[in-house]
C-alpha cells in the first residue's frame, strides 16, 4: 500500500467567541493518495473550506486548529512553523481559489508573479523561471503565452485569469493541490475548459487534487472520491459512482434528490426541509437529526462516528451493525 | 391558441458607455454604445413558464428590467396583454397594470429592507396599491406568510433573523402581495444552497398551480431551467439564438450554441464520461463580431457566418437563428 500523500486524523478547528466555542470543523478524517482527485462537497456553511485552509495552515485567528493532524507526506505539518509553512505552501502544496480576480495582484504583471513565485522556491535564475512560466502558461492553454505574460491580471478574462491561477499554483510541481470552488465564478462553457485544464496537468505531473466545491455535477465528472460535509462533520466519503448512484446516508439522499438533472423529468425535486443548523446551535447527537426522515432515539443522544459501510464509511446509525443485530 | 400575456417586440436597449466629452475631443474618438439586448422578440402564454438562459453578459436580466420598467428600451415594444408598457403609461391605468407584474430578486441579502420588518416589507406593495387597510392588510401578510411556508408571526422579525432560503420565501410572499398574474423572477435561487433550491423551486411550482401564475424565468442554470421551464430562450450576446419548448431543446436542439452550452454542463449523470470542452469564450459586447456573433466560437461557421447576420426562423419545433441550420449544414458534424 502506497503512503497517502496527505492524511488527516481527527481535525477539529473552534473559533472561540464571547458566546462561547463554536466547532466549524469537527473531529474530520480522511486521506487522498497520489494522483487522486478528493471531491469535498456540502452546504455553505458546512466547513468545508474551513478543511482547506486549516489543511494549508490559514486559518485566522481566533481560530485555531483544537486536535487531530495533518500530515504531508506522512509529516506533521499542522504544528510547525509559520516559516516552514510558508515553505511547504506553493513548494508542496498548491492553492487555486474561487476568484482568481482577488487571487492575483493587480499590479504586477503575470510574469512578475510567476517569476517571484517560482524563483521563490526553486533554484532557478530569472532567465530560466521566465521560461518555465512561459511553458506554464501554454500548457494551461493561453495562446501567445510568450506575449501575454507581460500584460496585467485586468487585461484577461475571467477565465484566462483561471488559468493564470492555476499555473501560478503549479508552478513549483506541487504534491498537492487545493482547489477551493475553482470554477464557481465561471460560466458553464469555461468552466469546463477550466476543469479540463486542472485535471489533465494534475494527471500529467501526479499531483493529487482536493476539489472543494458545492457543485455535485463538477465532482461527479471530476473526482474518484468523494467526502460529503455536513455541519463541520464528514457524513459520508466514499468512491463517487457509489455515493452519487447510491448515497447511504439520508442527508446525501436528500442532497441528490434535490439537485434538477438534465437528463430526468421529475415534477418535484425532493426536498430537505429546513436549513443547516448554525455553528451555535448544533444538535446534540447526529447533526441532521432535526431534518432526518429516518430519525430514531438513538440519533438524538450519540453521535455517529463514520461507520464502514461497503466501500465508504458513513456516519449514520442506520448502518451500525450492533444496532442491526439488536 | 389564446393571445400572450406578454409580447416582446424587437427590443433593443443600448447603454452610453462612452468617455466623458473632453476625451473624446482629444482622443477623436467616437461616442461608445454598448448593445445590451439587440432586437429580441418572444411572447409568453398565460400560465406558462417562459425561461431565457444565457452566460455572464448575454443580456438576460437587461431584459427582465426592461420588462418590469425598471429599464426604458431604446427601441422596440413590450406588450401587456396588448396594451404597450414603453408608451408611457400614466396615472390610474399604470398603476392597475404594475399591480399585475412584479419581480423577484437574485441576492435575498440585498433585495430586503434591513431596517424594516418583514411584516411592513411584504405590506408594502398593499400600501402603494391601496389594496388593503388596517387590519385587513395584518391578515393579509399572515395569510402570504403562511402560502408560502413561513408562520405568522414571523411578520414581526427582521430580515437578519432569517436564513438565504426564508428570505427569497419574504421576497416572494412580497411578489404575490398584490396578487400579480405575471412575475419575473431573476436567477431566484442562485444565491442558494442546492437543497434550499429545491424546496424554492417546489414552492414556486405550486404557486404557478395554485394562482394560475405565469413566470418569466431567468438563469444561467440549464438544469434548473429544465426543471422549470415550458419554453426556453437561449440568449447569446443580447441576442436571442433558439426559441424552443423546454423537451424540444434538449432533445432536438438545433443552434450550435445550444448544444455547446448542453454539452458543456456537469450533471450528476456524467460521472465517468468528460464533457466536451468548449473553445473560447464569450466575446466583448463592446465589439461583437460582424455576422453571427457566434461565429468565432462556432465549428460550423463558413464567410456566410462572418458577414450576414442570421434571424430568427422556425425550424420544425424550434426556431433558431443560424445559416448553419438553414443550409443543412448542421447534418454532416
Same mark, same amino acid.
Given at each position: ?21 463554536? %466547532? ?15 471531491? *469535498? *462537497? ?12 486549516? &489543511? ?92 501575454? &505574460? ?23 510541481? =506541487? ?74 446516508? =439520508? ?12 437528463? %430526468?423529468?421529475?415534477?418535484?425535486? %425532493? ?11 448544533? =444538535? ?10 429516518? *430519525? ?7 453521535? =455517529? ?22 | ?333
Amino acid at each position: 500500500m502506497t503512503q497517502p500523500v496527505l492524511s488527516v486524523e481527527g481535525l477539529t478547528v473552534q473559533f472561540p467567541t464571547r458566546r462561547g466555542i463554536l %466547532t466549524a470543523v469537527d473531529d474530520v478524517s480522511f486521506a487522498i493518495n497520489p494522483g487522486e482527485v478528493l471531491g *469535498v *462537497v456540502g452546504e455553505s456553511g458546512a466547513g468545508k473550506s474551513m478543511t482547506g485552509s486549516a &489543511i494549508i495552515g490559514l486559518i485566522e485567528p481566533p481560530g485555531r486548529i483544537a486536535a487531530g493532524e495533518i500530515k504531508l507526506h506522512g509529516e506533521r505539518i499542522d504544528n510547525v512553523s509559520s516559516d516552514r509553512m510558508r515553505k511547504i505552501r506553493g513548494r508542496k502544496i498548491g492553492m487555486i481559489f474561487q476568484d482568481p480576480l482577488t487571487s492575483l495582484n493587480p499590479l504586477y504583471t503575470i510574469a512578475e508573479q510567476l517569476i517571484e513565485t517560482i524563483r521563490r522556491h526553486l533554484p532557478l535564475s530569472h532567465a530560466d523561471a521566465r521560461k518555465r512560466a512561459i511553458a506554464l502558461l501554454d500548457d494551461v492553454g493561453i495562446p501567445d503565452a510568450a506575449r501575454r &505574460i507581460d500584460d496585467y491580471p485586468h487585461q484577461f478574462s475571467g477565465g484566462m485569469r483561471q488559468r493564470v491561477v492555476i499555473a501560478l499554483a503549479l508552478c513549483a510541481d =506541487p504534491d498537492l493541490v487545493i482547489a477551493d470552488e475553482p470554477t464557481t465564478a465561471l460560466d458553464v462553457s469555461v468552466q469546463a475548459q477550466i476543469i479540463d485544464v486542472m485535471k489533465r496537468l494534475c494527471a500529467d505531473r501526479g499531483a493529487a487534487i482536493m476539489l472543494i466545491t458545492h457543485d455535485m455535477g463538477v465532482i461527479a465528472e471530476t473526482a474518484d472520491r468523494v467526502a460529503v460535509m455536513y455541519a463541520g462533520r464528514v457524513a459520508e466519503i466514499g468512491p463517487v459512482e457509489k455515493v452519487i448512484r447510491s448515497a447511504a446516508h =439520508p442527508y446525501t439522499q436528500g442532497l441528490m434528490g434535490s439537485i434538477p438533472t438534465l437528463s %430526468t423529468d421529475e415534477d418535484r425535486l %425532493t426536498q430537505i426541509p429546513g436549513a443547516m443548523p448554525r455553528l451555535s446551535a448544533i =444538535p446534540a447527537g447526529c447533526a441532521f437529526n432535526p431534518r432526518c426522515p429516518k *430519525v430514531f432515539d438513538r440519533c438524538y443522544h450519540d453521535r =455517529p462516528d463514520p461507520l464502514p459501510h461497503e466501500d465508504r464509511r458513513v456516519a449514520c446509525w442506520l448502518y451500525d451493525k450492533a444496532e442491526a443485530e439488536a | 391558441m389564446s393571445a400572450p400575456l406578454l409580447d416582446v417586440k424587437n427590443l433593443s436597449v443600448a447603454f452610453d458607455v462612452s468617455k466623458p466629452w473632453l476625451n473624446r475631443m482629444i482622443e477623436r474618438q467616437d461616442k461608445l454604445f454598448l448593445k445590451a439586448v439587440d432586437n429580441v422578440s418572444f411572447s409568453i402564454n398565460k400560465g406558462e413558464t417562459f425561461a431565457l438562459v444565457g452566460e455572464s453578459g448575454s443580456g438576460k436580466s437587461t431584459i427582465a428590467r426592461l420588462i418590469v420598467g425598471l429599464l426604458g428600451p431604446s427601441s422596440g415594444d413590450v406588450l401587456f396583454e396588448g396594451k404597450s408598457l414603453s408608451a408611457g403609461l400614466e396615472g390610474a391605468e399604470a398603476r392597475r397594470l404594475r399591480r399585475r407584474f412584479q419581480m423577484i430578486f437574485q441576492d435575498p441579502f440585498a433585495s430586503l429592507n434591513p431596517r424594516w420588518h418583514v411584516g411592513d416589507i411584504i405590506a408594502e406593495p398593499l400600501r402603494v396599491f391601496r389594496t388593503e387597510t388596517g387590519a385587513k392588510r395584518r391578515e393579509r401578510v399572515a395569510e402570504l406568510l403562511s402560502l408560502v411556508g413561513l408562520s405568522p408571526e414571523d411578520a414581526a422579525r427582521f430580515p437578519h433573523q432569517f436564513s438565504g432560503g426564508q428570505r427569497q420565501r419574504v421576497a416572494i410572499a412580497r411578489a404575490l402581495a398584490a396578487n400579480p398574474d405575471f412575475i419575473v423572477c431573476d436567477e431566484p435561487t442562485s444565491a442558494l444552497d442546492v437543497s434550499v433550491q429545491a424546496q424554492i423551486l417546489n414552492l414556486m411550482k405550486d404557486l404557478q398551480r395554485q394562482l394560475g401564475l405565469t413566470y418569466l424565468f431567468i438563469s444561467h442554470d440549464l438544469s434548473v431551467v429544465r426543471h422549470m421551464a415550458d419554453r426556453i430562450g437561449v440568449l447569446y450576446l443580447g441576442r436571442l439564438a433558439e426559441v424552443a419548448d423546454a423537451k424540444t431543446l434538449f432533445t432536438a436542439r438545433q443552434h450550435p450554441y445550444t448544444r455547446m452550452l448542453l454539452d458543456a454542463v456537469p450533471d450528476l449523470e456524467m460521472t465517468g464520461r468528460t464533457r466536451k470542452p468548449v473553445e473560447g469564450e464569450i466575446p466583448s459586447p463592446l465589439d461583437p463580431p460582424s455576422g453571427c456573433a457566434f461565429n468565432p466560437r462556432c465549428p460550423l461557421a463558413n464567410a456566410r457566418c462572418r458577414t450576414e447576420r442570421p434571424e430568427l426562423r422556425e425550424y420544425g419545433p424550434t426556431w433558431a437563428a443560424c445559416h448553419a441550420v438553414e443550409e443543412g449544414r448542421d447534418k454532416t458534424v
